[in-house]
């Protein structure tokens, strides 16, 4: 039986959190910068691979609008399970598993859903590190489905740190 305690973090907590993010952002100035070869890719309508680095999750979500939608491979621990449940609210779905769980079948569904024209959203740095260094898993997954990379990221320039790996 679940505990309660898991019920609240997974289903109310989850929502809240979401609800702050969208809040947030509205509070935000927002400058987009991109370059020719993305407009044209949205112009076309084509799919992509977007990567970030594993401590810019939290405004991510409102980086990039996808037309078809967006699948992000999230890791199947109980953490991942709580980031999974936040981005559906923000209408990201998740795809999970890991390099140590569930990371191939993962791999195959994330082919798939580029083959069926969803961007994916992907973190090469891993959740076990090293931190900033790209693992081989978003090259071989650019390779095998012909989409190209595109690195996505955010900055501040007035922000407040309210806990380790969480700037606002």
Same mark, same amino acid.
């Given at each position: 039986m679940q505990k309660i305690s898991d019920f609240i973090m997974l289903n109310i907590f989850t @929502? =809240? %959190?979401?609800?702050?993010?969208? @809040? =947030? %952002?509205?509070?935000i100035r927002v400058r987009v910068i991109t370059t020719k070869f993305v407009d044209e890719l949205q112009r076309k309508g084509e799919n992509a691979i977007f990567a970030f680095w594993h401590g810019r999750l939290l405004l991510m979500p409102f980086a990039y609008k996808s037309r078809k939608g967006a699948y992000i491979m999230i890791s199947r621990h109980r953490d991942g399970e709580f980031?999974?449940?936040a981005v559906k609210y923000l209408g990201i779905s998740s795809v999970r598993g890991s390099t140590t769980r569930g990371g191939i079948s993962a791999f195959k569904k994330l082919i798939k859903l580029t083959d069926e024209g969803y961007d994916i959203a992907f973190t090469?740095?891993?959740?076990?590190?090293?931190?900033?260094?790209?693992?081989?898993g978003i090259i071989e997954l650019a390779k095998l489905t012909?989409?190209?990379?595109?690195?996505?990221?955010y900055s501040a320039?007035?922000?407040k740190s309210l806990a380790h790996g969480?700037?606002?």
């Open positions: @929502l =809240l %959190v979401s609800l702050l993010l969208r @809040l =947030l %952002v509205l509070t980031v999974s449940r090469p740095d891993g959740p076990k590190g090293p931190k900033h260094k790209a693992q081989m012909g989409k190209p990379i595109i690195p996505l990221t320039s007035k922000k969480i700037v606002l």
